[in-house]
């Protein structure tokens, strides 16, 4: 995840550079725990492939309050309680209540449409750090995005209510070629519902969202988006507004974020190189793990083809920390493996290689990321040799 706010408030002197830890070290990560599989809607991005219907197996409140004992062992600090749709779990509030018992960050990931004026007291109550709902383009393009008719109106309500109770809640949006051109009116949307923070996730190509590759924005739209969200969170620190801007699952934005500061903040650039180096790029399977509704634990939420233990079985720690699987131990290497392009590429420090599971979707897992949005020009690849025309 890019934090382009922070980034650009250290800039601006208005804050501290984000904390980093040396690259390749091995720390407690963020966990994105999915508590459950069920969702009221299926939506074509979903990389849980949920459906509205019980997934057997999965963690009961005994087994799921055990490993919340377990994340707090390994010293996990922040946990994000995600889905499918985690307001269809009936222990939810149990659960975020025992974690903030263990001191931890507890977040809320959530469609929204299950929020209203019945439950939103006890979503209050619950005190979580941050709630994000999703909203994936306007009224007509959300609906259809999510298959569901009224789903945005449901979430647009959420979104307010949660701010009339002084939750701090954010808006997330999968960019894909449908809602490019509404990017603009959902910024626009962001402010008009006093929503602080807007997380712009790229599409990855796992679940039903590798089905969905074809609505994958253009590598120009991706561009164009980037640096639509750097003005925008720039002008913002300008002018004294709380927002946060952030970007996930492409890490090249880095170094579009690097080329913006060159064109407008050029006595920054040495300083914002030299942070985005210590960051470190993608760090999935180091600083981000997941647990699936079963108790799989993954590198990253989009790693689900891929198990390196299970909860049930084998304390957090030990699997990550004590006795990590190969995999997890060739994603820590720092600068990745990589091949192609990303070998070659002059900004390997920084992105990390990228996302792999894009790479994984193209048929080699340690390949070039097909989702990386740099020309070869900016990645340091010298020009195609020419071939000269031979006339007679």
């Not at 934090?3 to 650009?8: E, M, V």
């Not at 749709?85 to 449409?113: I, Y």
Request: hydrophobic share 40%; net charge neutral.
């Amino acid at each position: 995840m890019l934090r382009i706010s922070h980034y650009l408030r250290t800039l601006a002197g208005h804050s501290p550079a984000p904390r980093t830890s040396p690259a390749g070290s091995t720390r407690p990560p963020v966990v994105i725990w999915n508590l459950l599989r069920r969702c009221n809607l299926t939506c074509k991005h979903c990389y849980a492939t949920s459906a509205d219907s019980a997934f057997r197996d999965e963690l009961d409140t005994e087994a799921a309050l055990q490993v919340i004992d377990d994340l707090a062992e390994a010293g996990v600090k922040v946990l994000i309680l995600s889905g499918g749709e985690p307001l269809l779990r009936g222990d939810l509030f149990l659960l975020s209540a025992h974690a903030r018992d263990k001191g931890m960050f507890v977040a809320l990931s959530s469609n929204g449409t299950l929020i209203d004026e019945g439950n939103i007291a006890q979503v209050r109550a619950a005190r979580f750090d941050y709630v994000g709902i999703s909203i994936d383009g306007l009224e007509a393009t959300h609906d259809a995005f999510r298959q569901l008719n009224g789903s945005f109106a449901r979430s647009l309500k959420a979104m307010r209510l949660c701010r009339e109770h002084g939750i701090r809640v954010g808006m997330r949006t999968t960019l894909t070629q449908d809602n490019h051109a509404q990017l603009p009116q959902l910024l626009a949307l962001m402010r008009d519902c006093d929503v602080h923070k807007f997380y712009l996730s790229h599409l990855n190509y796992s679940g039903r969202g590798k089905r969905s590759r074809k609505l994958d924005a253009l590598q120009q739209m991706s561009r164009e988006a980037m640096n639509l969200l750097f003005d925008q969170a720039w002008d913002d620190i300008q002018h004294g507004r709380d927002s946060d801007f952030v970007s996930g699952n492409n890490d090249a934005d880095a170094i579009l974020l690097l080329q913006w500061t060159a064109r407008r903040l050029p006595e920054h650039y040495a300083q914002l190189e030299q942070m985005l180096r210590a960051w470190g790029g993608n760090a999935s399977g180091c600083a981000i793990a997941n647990i699936d509704n079963t108790g799989e634990v993954h590198p990253d939420t989009y790693w689900w083809q891929h198990s390196v233990g299970n909860v049930r079985r084998t304390p957090f720690r030990t699997l990550w920390l004590e006795q990590p699987a190969p995999l997890l131990l060739r994603l820590r290497e720092h600068p990745r493996a990589v091949t192609g392009r990303c070998a070659a590429c002059r900004w390997l420090s920084i992105c990390n290689g990228n996302t792999r599971t894009r790479a994984w979707a193209a048929g080699d897992l340690w390949g070039q990321d097909p989702g990386c949005h740099l020309s070869d020009e900016e990645i340091g690849l010298p020009p195609p040799p020419c071939i000269p025309c031979v006339t007679h």
